[in-house]
């Protein structure tokens, strides 16, 4: 008897790259044995309703998109009584999390791994009453997407987007924070912060740190205080680029779970979509949650 794929792609993902590879994608699911019921999203959040509606009587959820689609499957499963293991074909601009995951860029090299790979016991993380795979993060980088130009995203890549960030970084605003992390509590004005699970955030490898591992239970924390003038800037600067120079600026942890108190709301955003207003973020690591197919030799 087949088993049973449940399938489901953003159409517009990627530049609607998705368009080109449909079938192939389907032909390889099938000849590897899957009865595939393919399910294109229409709009935001209708992935988290496909999977927790549909989930049930299939064997494997595969989908394939950006980050966000991804974001919006690993939530839906996580909000299921039954989860069940994930595939993953990447087609946004960035996809940190497949990269990570080394999933090949290219469609059909991913639909084989889907098929002929390994699952992998992946730590994912809550924020709140919200599911997020690989980053929850607030303050001056985390809109930079929005304020950079098309025609500089274009000619400088994910450079476009660093560059915007330290452009603003001497009128950024700063928020006065409580965090709570390992037992320790931090208080004062900080401009910008990043809970990781990911090799790369943004398409920047090595930004999160350099022995990452996505099944250890434990969060990457990065932690930026406000500067207070130009030769603080500069150190901040440097110690981004470059990870041998330190600033007393940059906070670094591993945590479990880490709480972030405000007093007004703070923006955030879960794996680089918008993730609401908020006075308290209360962010934990639920370890090895969700199984998602990997290359075997990974």
Known sequence: MDKKMLFIYNPRAGKAQIKSNLLDIIDIFTKAGYEVTAYPTQAAGDAVRAVRKRHEGYDMVVCSGGDGTLDEVVTGMMKSEKRLPIGYVPAGST??????????????????????????????????????????????????????????????????????????????????????????????????????????????????????????????????????NPLEINNIILALVDKRVKSEHIYTYEAQSIKVESEEPIAWTLDGEFGGDHLVAQIDNCHRALKIRIPEEN
């Open 95 to 228: 996809n940190d999390f497949a990269n990570s995951l080394k999933i090949p860029k290219n469609m059909r090299h991913a639909a084989d791994v889907v098929v002929n790979g390994r699952d992998f016991d992946c730590d994912i993380g809550t924020f709140n009453s919200d599911v997020f795979i690989y980053v929850a993060a607030f303050g001056i980088f985390t809109d930079v997407s929005y304020q950079t130009k098309q025609d500089v995203k274009n000619v400088l890549g994910h450079a476009a987007y660093l560059l915007e960030g330290v452009r603003r970084l001497p009128s950024v605003r700063a928020y006065p924070l409580r965090i709570t992390c390992n037992g320790e509590i931090i208080e004062g004005e900080f401009i910008y912060g990043m809970v990781t699970n990911s090799h790369s955030v943004g398409g920047f490898r090595g930004i999160t740190g350099q022995n990452v591992s996505l099944d250890d239970g434990l969060f990457e924390v990065t932690l930026i205080r406000k500067p207070s």
